[in-house]
Nanobody, 122 residues
Framework: QVQLVESGGGLVQTGGSLRLSCAAS????????MGWFRQAPGKEREFVAA????????RYADSVKGRFTITRDDAENTVYLQMNSLKPEDTAVYYC???????????????WGQGTQVTVSS
């Protein structure tokens, strides 16, 4: 079992930045690939970014490529999502997830956090 707790969300203006954190506890953090997903009201959960257990491989949704960066700190059992040049369409609840498969598909992730709200005002 892995417990995930997100933090760092909030209200920011268009063009601003936020850094989300996801702290993991429980089983060994380093065995998991980690992902960030988001869900806006009335929409399905969508992939944002993923990082492999080694930290070497990353993947991004086209909509955030060049603006968002996913990193992990295994010493702190934490994964981060640095979000720059934020747009109103980035408004959503952001979730981190842990899984055994490096994927952009939610069903490959076994553990999920409760989410943190990000709101970008225009």
């Amino acid at each position: 079992q892995v417990q995930l707790v997100e933090s760092g969300g909030g209200l920011v203006q268009t063009g601003g930045s936020l850094r989300l954190s996801c702290a993991a506890s429980g089983r060994t953090f380093t065995i998991y690939n980690m992902g960030w997903f988001r869900q806006a009201p009335g929409k399905e959960r969508e992939f944002v970014a993923a990082i492999s257990r080694s930290g070497i491989t990353t993947r991004y949704a086209d909509s955030v490529k060049g603006r968002f960066t996913i990193t992990r700190d295994d010493a702190e059992n934490t994964v981060y999502l640095q979000m720059n040049s934020l747009k109103p369409e980035d408004t959503a609840v952001y979730y981190c997830a842990a899984g055994g498969t490096f994927s952009s598909t939610p069903r490959y992730y076994d553990y999920w956090g409760q989410g943190t709200q990000v709101t970008v005002s225009s």
